[in-house]
T-cell receptor
């Protein structure tokens, strides 16, 4: 059974701080890694994807991948109240993408 | 056009009704997906269509019947649903459906909030 694990939270950070979201996965053959943001009652929105070990930066977001440790993270710099949402980690390998249960993030103004 | 659209946004139906959910994308994607999402849970894959052919059916009950009329459209026909089928139904698409990572970025539509009475 392929699994993707995330801390459900809630993770609470003050406005302007760095939010760090973590995800581990069980399938060593996984090839693609995605972060989705989901606001309450809305659909998931793709915000980052990463395929290679290391860091990938896009604006205030940085995804970090360590395949040896089977670990992927998302850093959000200068967190804003509008970043408050559930962040879903998704891992692809073979023909299926497996979603984690998500981490709820609250950014306090 | 970089979005996936879904209709209706909300649907309330009785257990004896027949209804359909619709999904459309014009990104030229060749893979389309139906997911079901319950509150505070991750999306659960139901069906995958690749090049208009059903490629994955995740042991979904027959009261859910998918249809892919063409490469841009995906329907989900509903019949004799149960109250526990109430959920957010999400359509997604991706460029391809393969084991190669490059093509697996999935883009979601806004979803249909389904309530079964």
């Amino acid at each position: 059974q392929k699994e993707v694990e995330q801390n459900s939270g809630p993770l609470s950070v003050p406005e302007g701080a760095i939010a760090s979201l973590n995800c581990t996965y069980s399938d060593r053959g996984s090839q693609s890694f995605f972060w989705y943001r989901q606001y309450s009652g809305k659909s998931p929105e793709l915000i980052m994807f990463i395929y290679s070990n290391g860091d990938k930066e896009d604006g205030r977001f940085t995804a970090q991948l360590n395949k040896a440790s089977q670990y992927v993270s998302l850093l959000i710099r200068d967190s804003q109240p509008s970043d408050s949402a559930t962040y879903l980690c998704a891992v692809g390998g073979g023909f299926k993408t497996i979603f984690g249960a998500g981490t709820r993030l609250f950014v306090k103004a | 056009d970089t979005e996936v659209t879904q209709t209706p946004k909300h649907l309330v139906m009785g257990m004896t009704n027949k209804k359909s959910l619709k999904c459309e994308q014009h990104m030229g994607h060749r893979a389309m997906y139906w997911y079901k999402q319950k509150a505070k849970k991750p999306p659960e894959l139901m069906f995958v269509y690749s090049y208009e052919k059903l490629s994955i059916n995740e042991s979904v009950p027959s009261r859910f019947s998918p249809e892919c009329p063409n490469s841009s459209l995906l329907n989900l026909h509903l019949h004799a649903l149960q109250p526990e089928d109430s959920a957010l139904y999400l359509c997604a698409s991706s460029q391809e459906w393969t084991s190669l990572s490059s093509y697996n970025e999935q883009f979601f539509g806004p979803g249909t909030r389904l309530t079964v009475l």
